[in-house]
Nanobody, 133 residues
């Protein structure tokens, strides 16, 4: 069973930066490598639906939500089985629980579409990001 664990959340002032990490385990048991998957970050604020923030596919193609374009970057370290989300110029509206997710489906173009999270079944437990004024 693939297990994902996020870290790096915290409290930051508006304009600040955070880097989130998501480390995967159990891949070898399935005979798969980190870069066999597409990976993504989602977030969910209280009372709101979970939405895609950024994703990267097995070819290294990336996609971002319009609200974070130019401020967030997504990257991965295949040797360390780790996904990253670098978040710069943070805004109070970025406050949410952030989750990483994985899929063996090819491509990541749809990951930031509304409701896409419903198609994914491999999730971490989340890490909380709070951005203060």
């Amino acid at each position: 069973q693939v297990h994902l664990e996020e870290s790096g959340g915290g409290l930051v002032q508006a304009g600040g930066s955070l880097m989130l990490s998501c480390t995967a385990s159990g891949l070898r048991d399935r005979g798969l490598a980190f870069d066999d998957y597409a990976w993504g970050w989602f977030r969910q604020a209280p009372g709101k639906e979970r939405g895609g923030v950024a994703a990267i596919d097995s070819d290294g193609e990336t996609t971002f939500a319009d609200s974070v374009m130019g401020r967030f970057t997504i990257s991965q370290d295949n040797a360390q089985n780790t996904l990253f989300l670098q978040m710069n110029s943070l805004k109070p509206e970025d406050t949410a629980m952030y989750y990483c997710a994985a899929s063996l489906l090819s491509g990541c173009a749809g990951w930031t579409s509304a409701g896409f999270y419903k198609y994914l079944s491999v999730w971490g437990q989340g890490t909380l990001v709070t951005v203060s004024l």
